[in-house]
């Protein structure tokens, strides 16, 4: 990007230059009837005055600039304004021209990017006329020509680059199409401010592939946070486990306080399981009960029917 500095003398640059053509051109193209056609032209004005003064004397606005053309040459001095500025009816013609910010929208355009994908993208450009002169003399229309040109820029460029580089690099690509408009506008007198990318419009084929890809890459994560959750819950469980296996009492305890959480709901059916070792205490010792048999066979099929 120029700064002020760096474009404020470009343009007396330029200024300069385009004057010094017109002199040499002036000086050595110029014939006798020129100077009698300027010389008639000034003998009418003073003829018709002072109505003639309402032909002469024109206006121009602050944000605009005049190009004066005599006999189809341009005046020396570059562009006049603002305010008033005379000109000779008959042999001067003028052309106005505005020197403030232009804005347009660059219609949407169907391309193809570096990975084979077609989208649609529009893109905004705001420029200005800083040479009026050059603007006139250099381009039949400068604005057309710059709205043209943007318009092929925004294929270029978008044509080197990929649909993820496109949907993530906005800015840069933004900077590169100013770049390169701003260097090819310069010849024309035109300063290019500023392109935005506005949209990027995708084949609705392409927008559910890319909806689905991105739900089964959530699905994925999802699961592995799941796994990660488990895992941590089964650590922390076995830790628990070891901590009550310390003590035959803290189970029951765990019992209790389970029951106890489950009896606080107004109607729930609880299954609470006894120890055998609690059970045991209550079978009959003495001879006259039934004969307990002692074999551990017994005693497995004893314990399972309890």
Known sequence: MR????????????????????????????????????????????????????????????????VIFRLGRLLPGGAKGPGLFFILPCIDTYRKVDLRVVSFDVPPQEILTKDSVTVAVDAVVYFKIYNATISITKVEDANRSTRLLAQTTLRNVLGTKSLSEILSERDNISHVMQTSLDEATDPWGVKVERVEVKDVRLPQQLQRAMAAEAEASREARAKVIAADGEMNASRSLKEAADILAENSQALQLRYLQTLTTISAEKSSTILFPLPLNFISRFLPKNGNSPKMIRSSKDEEEFECKL
């Open 3 to 66: 700064n002020s500095g760096e474009e404020t003398l470009e343009m007396t640059k330029a200024d300069h230059l385009q004057v010094e053509e017109t002199r040499d051109n002036t000086g050595t193209s110029k014939g006798v009837c020129h100077y009698v056609v300027t010389v008639l032209s000034l003998i009418l004005v003073l003829i018709t005055f002072p109505i003639s003064i309402f032909f002469c004397l024109k206006v121009v606005q602050e944000y605009e600039r005049a």
